[in-house]
């Protein structure tokens, strides 16, 4: 039935038997060893294989190995790797489970080769995934986590309710590019968006994030949104929609990461940003921008994740991770700050860093299919990305001003963590053609050339240098303690707002009418009591006088009908 | 907020003039360099000298204005949405290695 | 001693009513009693096992008892729909034997034995039910269930006990009589016959233009399917003891409503007769309304057990949604919703009780930090909640996957819609119950540091007898999940048709 | 002589009770009083087991009493629907010498009981004598003969309560007018037809075009037999009477008294009247019609507030009578049927459930509802028999009740009286409610007097109870007997069978009776 054994069942009965390994070092390394078996398996799988089961008269593709899944699912291993690496400390059960869960589900989900399998992991990743929020067992943790699973679940519904329809109209399980002709594919393509947060849908993603526990934000950063990626570049390829939606996605949240007090939010919103540019990739939909979405997607997992280990590795150390609570960490924490600006370096994609070698693909595809505006709006959140996630970041935890703070140095396995991280974007910075080897596609693609290196090297300089010159001057958004509205406005305050106000409503109707029910209900009784109780009219037996009246009533009735 | 001593601000205020001179140094070597060879790009724009560096200045100075202008707007002090938010509540101490360098 | 059909039949209708009087003979020796009722569900189930390889192996088994009137006659012949109710309501009576042993000594009920009586009773009626061969022995046997659950219901005998009681009778008895009865018998005036007959008995008996008042008084008329605005008696009966709560109000009597219903769809009217005459849009309407309209309720309660009560009201109306869909799909996906949601539910319904019997806690918000204490209680809850809310890889997703499929292939999207938002109200009513259980601090307890102190010190979970079955059906939620081919198969004949069935099994149902 | 006793049963019917009446008073003690009254109400039963076996293939029994032919000497005739209800009238007489002595014990004085007993006979003999006549006046005679004994085994509850004695006076007050209005309907009908065989009655009032004189005997018969059937609003006497007189005799007139006057009503609706004559059907369509459904509510809502147990099932009984009588006016076979089954039924659980009263009342000492909180632990056989009674009183499927609404409901849709059928099941929601106010104070209340140490009833009190109790639940279960005889009445009654052709006429002037077919005499 299978040619192997697909890599997410690894992760999962993993999962299972983890539970009943003491906790310790025995723990942690037996959960090590999962993604390097599973990557492994996704490394020798070859190309084209496939596992194949007949379930409820559908046949499941539950692997399809192909050059788009190959990439994803070592991406997702290897990110699993270094998170368990991350976590190592964590000694509760509930976030080792999910973490493996979660990663499991993410990987199943790329290599699903048909819709329902797809779903079923899909909604893994939205279940196992939660639990990294909840874990950090606050109230403010516990809300968050309850919107953020009912975003999940609804995007997996609208998947769901997109799938019955596909199969409905075409009879077919089979994941492949779709066009958006039909209901179905709107349905998984809103579905898709809802996790690669879309614009308007994006919300959750800066809600829950920076929600979870250190390790948590680490993990949640890696998978899901890099699975819509994968989704989406395997669905809508070449989608002209993504964009508009792309362009929309790269530049607005660069807004708000500017003004965002919170790193970790801000952070989020960075991440937001970038997968503007992934989607841009798919939706030019050429060889060169479906790579450029895959290799972004990769170093992004990569980059953002260090510079979430590193906000995370402060806030482990320091209680918070807001900006105006941090500053003067470059002493206390060296090796934390290296890493972090390795990858600020990584995202600010300058040369020799990962975002070097990834973004240009995409801002390539798009000047070669000759898309201005794309292109501008991309280059525009480059810049913008250069600020907050490499320049406010490092600027404001480890520079800026002192706080007094005189944290520990990070503990050994966050260091590790980070320093396999920070060597992974160097590497994909400075071995860009063994990188490029792994991608789907073959295309040929150098990025370094003098040109290249140089125009860069100017935007980031140049970057670097107004935020310098504007720094002191009132155009500088100085950070202040705040929170962002964003479109979670709507249901956190608007919404429950005017639910409120209905409830209110509907319960004052409700117990208007249930009192007038029982009111007339009442009167009803008492009505009949009187009439029929047993001292009512009706029930009167002892006036034999009546009872001759009634006799001689119907008598002379029943006479009547003779004149009828 | 914390105290600062004179010092320590001067100290960070330096350390700022610094790497602005620094930067301000590399972005001249580098606004020259867009002279000395010939960009291959996709677009007109990118033919014109510095465009780069021009478009990155810029990009930063309009993000700024952006940022001060929407902030009113967009931002409301961190307990708005309490109690159903992480912004404000303390992260669970018990989560949490808070030691300090060993003096 | 070779098993015939016959007797099969008549042992299982039998076996638990022994098993009532046995029950009632041992009332001075608890523990003979309680390993009577754990032995006859045991005996009781392996029959209907056996049955359950028969009617796979293309069997029809029929028993006639006798003719109460002329042309009616008590009788019994198993389809594969009610062979699934059989099994469904059998087996988990097994898990609520040894779960209502456990709960009823820690709770210390009194009147243990009335209980176990009753109990055995309602099985014995369920099974009537689910294997009536026309509809005037399931009317009977539905009465009897009805009236069997009563004093179960009424158990506590305080006032909250006998005014939930009262309500859950005079509603069921009340739509019983005053529609499903008028139902029946219009059928009967109309068509002569009331036997189950694939396809429906009432095509060209009966004037298209009243099909859709006919149908409204059975869709009333059976109470038990707790179709809005008569579900009262739903949450009303969680006075009961949970056990009861458990087998009979998420499995054995709601299901024997939904499962009538089917009936009444699929042999009564015929889902061919249903989709042409167009008889069943209202109820389909209705049936969304009753989804999302239960679920909000169910936000709103604090008490578990209504909460509960109020999500079996929304997940009953899928059945009803679904058959109203008039598609074979839907009567799939409406089958197959019984012993999932029968599976799930009782998982939930049977946490509560556990819940309850640790802690003698009642409402959501003071169970808090329960689940540290309860871990195995709490995973179950976690397990039962993925399976109702219809998420992989649990039992649940699939029945909901057939209801869907026969929405996209009749063409109502708006009842997609109605499904999807019914799922994230789920997720909103129901894991918020985990959550506070495993994530927030007990209030009780805040000197308790999270996370520290060797599990076995914290943990204080209810008697063995009440944390096992929970346990069981949780698996079971994930294995239906992987079982639930045998069950399309069982299933097809109903759905596409005796003749059909063989010929779709080979290929993709739609 | 068997031979010639068995020519002879149609009149032994009668002439067993009559004869052992007057023993019972003669011989004075009650015990004698009690075993004559026993083998005389177990003769009547077997022989009207006996009877119903021969005709219940739809012949007719023809028998002249004293050798006079009919028109002018008096016929008894039995049919299918009479036999039948000659079984439940003898078969629950033949049950009251085993509940009533127990009964009668602490609720007429000793010296009393042998009265009663005669008394008793003679209402047996009377209601037995109403059923088996052929003859108009005959019927009115009878009906006295039962209607005194009754006002006497009414006014016996005094020693208990002292308001027996004004219920069975006002009862007479009542029913003497009922028979009065009866009579005066007879007599118009024979100044009309100058007979009162019913079958020449009938002849004679086919061939009368549209006669004012008849549609006012119509209406005599139809008040005057209505106040004895307590047909609504004509039902005062019935409560009191029920509640005052001795458990035995509410138990026995309730079974079998309207029982027999309902009988009374449809052997003149169909068998001397019918559905051709048109005044006929107005009535039943505008006065009965919603009169029964008036009885049905009204009755039923009286009862729920009743506090009293006794007069509860007394306001039941009216509500049921309205039962019977819309059956009637589907003028339909389905109709007569289901009100020829109702009446069997709910004899035999109404029956059933004043027996049980009957013993709780001996037990408690009282009847009210207060009174008898806990009794469903005190008692539970007792308890138990009511709740069944009461189920069946219901209509909940496996009782007899049930088998009643099943043919009344459809006889309503097949008549496409749709709104009665919904009536019928709304009013046996009221019936839900009245009853289960009784089980409720049974089995979920703490019982009034709780050091009060109660006894079961006693054994003979509990079989005879069981007895009517379990035959609710048979005849629930298989109603075969009851529907094949009741159709075969509706039959009967409706003349939809050639019953000419099957006639066994016994001329009682020769011992040795020669069976000639009807058309050549």
């Known amino acids: 039935m299978f040619e192997f054994f697909p890599p997410a069942f690894c992760f999962l009965s993993a999962a299972l038997l983890l539970p009943f390994i003491p906790q310790g070092i025995l723990r942690g390394l037996f959960s090590l060893t999962v993604p390097v078996l599973a990557g492994w398996s996704i490394w020798t799988a070859t190309q084209g294989a496939s596992a194949q089961t007949d379930f409820m008269g559908y046949t499941l593709t539950l692997m399809r190995v192909d050059g788009l899944s190959t990439f994803f699912g070592l991406a997702f291993s290897l990110a699993a790797f270094v998170c368990l690496i991350y976590a190592w400390h964590i000694r509760d059960t509930v976030q080792q489970v999910s973490t493996l869960l979660y990663a499991g589900s993410a990987v199943g989900a790329v290599f699903a080769g048909d819709l329902i399998t797809l779903f079923v992991y899909w909604e893994g990743t939205a279940i196992a995934s939660v639990f990294l929020i909840w874990a950090r067992r606050t109230q403010g943790a516990y809300f968050t986590g309850l919107r953020y699973l009912v975003v999940q679940i609804g995007s997996g519904v609208i998947l769901l309710a997109g799938i019955v329809l596909h199969v409905n109209t075409t009879g077919s399980i089979a994941f492949d590019s779709m066009t958006l002709e039909s209901a179905a594919s709107w349905t998984i393509l809103l579905a898709f968006g809802i996790k690669a947060a879309f614009p308007f849908v994006h919300n959750w993603l800066e809600d829950s994030y920076p929600a979870a526990t250190i390790t948590g934000t680490v993990i949640l950063s890696a998978f899901t949104t890099k699975l819509a990626i994968y989704a989406l570049a395997r669905g809508f390829a070449g989608t002209e929609e993504l964009l508009l939606i792309g362009a929309a996605m790269a530049v607005v949240p660069s807004l708000y990461a500017v003004f965002e007090n919170d790193l970790r939010r801000t952070l989020a919103y960075a991440l937001n940003a970038q997968l503007g540019f992934m989607v841009v990739g798919i939706g030019i939909g050429t060889e060169l921008a479906v790579n450029g979405a895959a290799a972004h997607a990769f170093a992004s997992i990569f980059y953002k994740g260090l510079l979430f280990m590193g906000v995370g590795a402060v806030l482990y150390r320091t209680g918070t991770s807001k900006v105006t609570e941090l500053g003067g960490l470059a002493k206390s924490m060296p090796w934390t700050m290296a890493f972090t600006l390795v990858g600020a370096a990584s995202i600010s994609a300058l040369p020799l860093f990962s975002g070097f070698t990834t973004k240009s693909l995409i801002l390539s595809a798009a000047g070669n299919a000759q898309m201005l505006w794309v292109w501008m709006a991309l280059l525009f959140a480059s810049a913008c990305a250069v600020y907050h996630s490499g320049i406010k970041i490092i600027y404001f935890t480890f520079f800026g001003e002192d706080r007094g703070l005189t944290p520990k140095q990070a503990p050994f396995n966050m260091k590790l963590a980070m320093g396999i991280t920070a060597v992974i974007c160097i590497a994909v910075g400075v071995l860009p053609d063994q990188f490029y080897g792994l991608l789907p596609y073959d295309v040929g693609y150098h990025a370094y050339s003098v040109s290249h290196v140089v125009t860069q090297l100017q935007l980031v300089v140049f970057v670097v240098l107004a935020f310098l010159l504007l720094k002191n001057t009132p155009l500088f958004p100085a950070p202040r303690a705040t929170v962002s509205l964003d479109t979670d406005w709507l249901y956190r305050k608007v919404i429950p707002y005017l639910l409120g106000h209905i409830a209110r409503f509907v319960e004052h109707i409700w117990i208007r009418w249930k009192h007038d029910a029982n009111l007339i209900v009442s009167n009803a009784i008492n009505a009949s009591y009187r009439t029929h109780g047993p001292q009512g009219p009706v029930a009167r037996t002892w006036p034999t006088g009546s009872m001759v009246l009634w006799v001689a009533a119907l008598l002379g009735i029943t006479l009547l009908l003779t004149y009828i | 907020m914390t105290h600062q001593s004179p010092s320590q601000k001067g100290r960070s205020q330096s350390g700022s003039n610094r790497s602005l001179w620094i930067t301000l140094g590399l972005a001249v070597l580098l606004g020259m360099s867009s002279f000395l060879y010939e960009p291959h790009g996709y677009f007109e724009v990118e033919h014109i000298k510095g465009f780069y560096a021009l478009f990155g200045f810029v990009a930063l100075c309009v993000l700024f204005i952006a940022a001060k202008v929407a902030s009113p707007l967009l931002t409301r002090h961190e307990d708005y949405y309490a109690p159903k938010d992480t912004l404000s509540e303390e992260f669970p101490e018990n989560q949490l290695g808070r030691e300090n360098k060993d003096v | 001693m070779p098993l015939t059909h016959e007797t099969a039949i008549a042992l299982a209708l039998i076996i638990p009513f022994a098993g009532m009087i046995l029950i009632g003979l041992s009332d001075r020796n608890s523990i003979v009693r309680d390993i009577i009722s754990v032995l006859t569900s045991l005996l009781l189930f392996s029959v209907t096992f056996w049955l359950l390889r028969e009617v796979e192996a293309g069997a029809v088994p029929e028993l006639i008892l006798f003719d109460v009137m002329p042309g009616l006659s008590m009788a019994f012949k198993i389809e594969p729909l009610g062979m699934l109710f059989g099994v469904v309501a059998s087996g988990l009576w097994i898990v609520t034997a040894l779960y209502a042993i456990g709960y009823m000594r820690g709770n210390k009920e009194a009147h243990q034995t009335r209980f176990y009586m009753c109990f055995a009773l309602a099985i014995s009626a369920s099974m009537g039910i689910a294997f009536a061969s026309n509809m005037f022995t399931l009317f009977i046997f539905y009465e009897v269930l009805t009236l069997s659950t009563y004093p179960l219901v009424a158990h506590k005998q305080n006032a909250d006990a006998k005014k939930g009681a009262r309500t859950y009778l005079s509603i069921l008895i009340g739509t019983s009589i005053g529609f499903q009865l008028l139902a029946i018998i219009w059928t009967w005036v109309a068509t002569g016959t009331l036997d189950f007959v694939h396809g429906g008995i009432l095509s060209g008996h009966l004037d298209d233009s009243f099909a859709p008042v006919l149908l409204a008084l059975y869709a009333f008329g059976i109470g038990k399917a707790a179709l809005m605005p008569f579900h009262r008696w739903l949450p009303a009966a969680m006075v009961a003891p949970t056990p009861v709560s458990a087998l009979l109000h998420a499995v054995a009597v709601v299901k024997a409503g939904v499962f009538t219903m089917l009936k009444v769809g699929v042999y009564i009217f015929g889902i061919d007769y249903l989709s042409l005459t167009g008889a069943s849009d209202w109820l389909m309407w209705l049936a969304a309304a009753s989804i999302l309209i239960a679920s909000i309720v169910a936000m709103t309660k604090d008490n578990l057990k209504a909460r509960l009560a109020y999500s079996t009201v929304s997940q009953l109306s899928y059945i009803t949604l679904a058959m109203a869909l008039a598609s074979s799909l839907g009567v799939m996906g409406g089958a197959m919703h019984i012993p999932m949601h029968a599976m799930g539910k009782i998982t939930l319904f049977m946490c509560a009780g556990a819940i309850y019997v640790a802690t003698h806690k009642t409402n959501i918000s003071q169970m808090r930090g329960l689940g540290r204490t309860m871990p195995f209680t709490y995973a179950a809850f976690l397990i039962g909640s993925l399976s109702i809310i219809g998420l992989p890889p649990f039992g649940g997703a699939w029945s909901k996957w057939y209801i869907l499929l026969a929405a996209a292939d009749t063409g109502q999207l708006i009842m997609i819609g109605v499904l999807m938002v019914s799922s994230l109200l789920n997720v909103a009513y129901l894991l918020p119950v985990v959550a506070q259980g495993f994530f927030l601090p007990n209030p009780d307890d805040l000197s308790e540091p999270a996370a520290k102190g060797s599990i076995s010190t914290r943990i204080k979970e209810a008697p063995l007898l009440v944390v096992l079955p929970p346990c069981l059906t949780a698996i079971g939620c994930f294995l239906l999940f992987f079982y639930a081919q045998e069950i399309y198969n069982l299933l097809a004949p109903v759905a596409f048709g005796p003749e059909t069935a063989t010929a779709v099994l080979g290929g993709s149902p739609s | 002589m068997l031979e010639q006793l068995t020519h002879h049963l149609p009149a032994l019917q009668t002439v067993i009770p009559l004869i052992a009446a007057p023993l019972c008073m003669l011989f004075g003690s009650r015990h004698i009083a009690w075993t004559i009254t026993l083998i005389a109400s177990l003769a009547t039963f077997v022989i009207s087991c006996v009877l119903l076996a021969q005709v219940i293939d739809g012949s007719v029994i023809s028998y002249h009493l004293g050798g006079w032919e009919p028109p002018l ?449």
């Open chain 4, 73 to 521: 000497g008096i016929e008894y005739r039995i049919d299918a629907f009479n036999a039948f209800v000659l079984l439940i009238v003898s078969g629950i007489g033949a049950l009251i010498p085993f509940y009533a002595p127990a009964s009668i014990k602490s609720e007429i004085p000793k010296s009393l009981h042998s009265y009663f007993y005669t008394a008793y006979l003679l209402c047996l003999t009377g209601l037995l004598g109403v059923t088996v006549t052929g003859d108009a006046f005959n019927v009115f005679v009878f009906l006295e003969v039962s209607s005194l004994s009754t006002y006497a085994l009414v006014a016996m509850g005094a020693k208990k309560d002292p308001r027996a004695l004004t219920s069975a006076f006002n009862y007479l007050v009542m029913g003497t007018i009922g028979a009065t209005f009866f009579v005066l309907g007879l007599g118009l009908l024979y100044i009309l037809t100058g007979t009162l065989n019913m079958v020449d009655l009938a002849d004679k009032i086919l061939l009368l075009e549209d006669n004012r004189t008849l549609n006012v005997a119509f209406a005599f018969i139809l008040v005057g037999l209505g106040l004895k059937i307590a047909m609504f609003p004509m039902h005062l006497w019935l409560p009191n009477a029920y509640a005052y007189a001795p458990s035995a005799v509410t138990a026995f007139l309730a079974a079998t008294a309207t029982k027999v006057a309902i009988y009374t009503l449809l052997r003149f609706l169909f068998t001397v009247f019918s559905f051709d004559y048109p005044f006929e059907v107005q009535t039943l369509e505008w006065v009965v019609l919603p009169l029964a459904i008036m009885a049905m509510f009204a009755a039923s809502i009286v009862a729920i507030f009743q506090t009293n147990l006794k007069r509860l099932l007394a306001y039941s009984s009216i509500a049921q009578v309205g039962y019977m009588l819309l059956g009637v006016t589907f003028l339909s076979k389905t109709g007569v049927t289901a009100t020829i089954i109702h009446l069997f039924n709910h004899a035999v659980t109404k029956g059933g459930l004043f027996m049980a009263v009957g013993a709780l009342v001996l037990r408690y000492g009282s009847p009210n509802i207060e009174d008898l909180r806990g009794a469903g632990r005190q008692m539970p056989w007792t308890m138990a028999a009511f709740v069944a009674g009461g189920l069946s009183l219901i209509g909940v499927p496996l009782t007899a009740g049930f088998i009643s609404k099943w043919y009344l409901i459809s006889a309503a849709f097949e008549a496409n009286h749709w709104v009665p059928a919904i009536l019928i099941v709304a009013s046996s929601l009221l019936a839900v409610i009245y009853v289960w106010r009784v089980v409720e104070a049974a089995y979920l209340q703490e019982p009034a007097n709780p050091t009060r140490q109660i006894k079961e009833a006693p054994p003979m009190m509990l079989i005879s109870t069981w007895v009517l109790i379990g035959a609710s639940f048979y005849f629930g279960i298989d109603a075969s007997f009851t529907t094949h005889a009741a159709s075969a009445g509706a039959d009967m009654l409706l003349g939809s069978v050639d019953n000419s052709a099957h006639i066994i006429l016994e001329p009682s002037h020769s011992l040795i009776p020669h069976v000639t077919p009807h058309g050549q005499e």
